[in-house]
């Protein structure tokens, strides 16, 4: 036969009884015929079983279309951003506050924390304030840098009361700089604020937790004075089983070089084992809790600050930290 009756039977059309189209008998016989698969038989005909697979494959085998990150992911990142955002205001309000060149007189009582600016220009009508030893009663008075501002025979600075509340992590100590170069916190805060802040109290070397630092004088000296009776409260974790014997000696207190320890409160932390114990103190005695234990011949493997005057490092990461808002600053402000 010719090569154009090949071609013509090539596309000719097996016939059925069955209205002209092919049975799935006949497909079948067509096909096995010489015991060789068609092109037919190598997968699903239609497209949509074959796209139904492939979005089931990728399933199984992960969900490739987010990548190498988890969509649940995300909502914990946005906090983060909201979080970040609410810092950075609160610091750009607290920067717009720097002294500058020159300051009303008002201003610059107000930025001391003693009043308010209209409650300052009264202060001032009344004659009770002095810059450079004169008596200074003018409204819009500038204030420069080098002034020496007087109020009620105490001097004042411009500075706003900034609070920083730090977790601090292990290998940091408590000063704002050290003769052995070894790391500070101030290292950790060293953008938390535009004036110098100082540590509030001080934390061992190895101690870790919540540390509040500030420029304000007169809170430290609140803060730290044994006479206000500041409560801290420290997850200690020793060496070995604490007995009960020694937990009862240690809650009735025990004798140390200055007197005797005496502890708010002490007991097992629920869920923990034997070995970790919650203990709530006043006293500010140096590496006073780690000599307590030392006393009954435990060792302390691990000690962390987990409250201070009330401010807890509830969301803060170690080696992080945060602005006190005005309602924890208030509460300070009350105890």
């Known amino acids: 036969m010719s090569g154009d009756g090949n071609q013509s039977g090539r596309n000719r059309k097996p016939r059925t009884s069955g209205g002209g189209r092919p049975s799935g008998n006949s497909r079948s016989s067509s096909d096995n015929r010489g015991g060789r698969p ?47 955002f609410i810092q950075r205001r609160r610091f750009e309000k607290i920067s ?8 009303r007189l008002n201003k610059y009582i107000a930025n001391s924390g003693i009043c308010s600016r209209r409650e300052a220009d009264e202060l001032i009508t009344q004659g009770l304030v002095e810059v450079n030893g004169k008596v200074v009663t003018e409204m819009g008075y500038q204030v420069q840098k080098t002034d020496r501002v007087v109020f009620d025979g105490q001097n004042i600075t411009p500075e706003k009361p900034v609070y920083v509340l730090l977790n601090k992590p292990k290998g940091y100590i408590s000063t704002t700089k050290d003769d052995k170069a070894r790391k500070t916190v101030m290292d950790l805060t060293a953008n938390a604020s535009p004036y110098r802040i100082f540590p509030v109290g001080r934390l061992d070397r190895q101690t870790t937790g919540v540390i509040l630092l500030t420029n304000d004088g007169h809170m430290t000296k609140k803060l730290t004075h044994p006479s206000f009776n500041m409560k801290k409260i420290y997850h200690v974790t020793l060496d070995r089983k604490l007995s009960i014997e020694d937990l009862k000696s240690i809650a009735e207190g025990i004798r140390l070089e200055e007197g005797v320890a005496e502890v708010d409160s002490i007991s097992f932390i629920e869920g923990k084992p034997k070995n970790e114990v919650g203990i709530e103190i006043h006293i500010g005695w140096n590496r006073v809790i780690r000599r307590i234990f030392q006393k009954l011949g435990y060792e302390v493997e691990a000690l962390d600050r987990v409250m201070f005057a009330g401010l807890t ?11 006190l808002t005005e309602q924890e600053v208030n509460n300070l402000k009350m105890l």
Do not use: C
């Open 313 to 323: 490092k509830k969301n803060i990461k170690r080696g992080h930290w945060r602005i």
């Open 96 to 103: 717009k506050e720097v002294f500058k060149d020159s300051i």
């Open 38 to 84: 068609t092109g037919n038989s190598r997968g699903p005909k239609t497209k949509r079983g074959a796209d139904r697979f492939d979005s089931r494959d990728k399933y199984e085998n992960g969900e490739r279309k987010f990548g190498p990150k988890k969509p649940f992911s995300r909502a914990e990142k946005d906090e983060d951003k909201t979080k970040s």
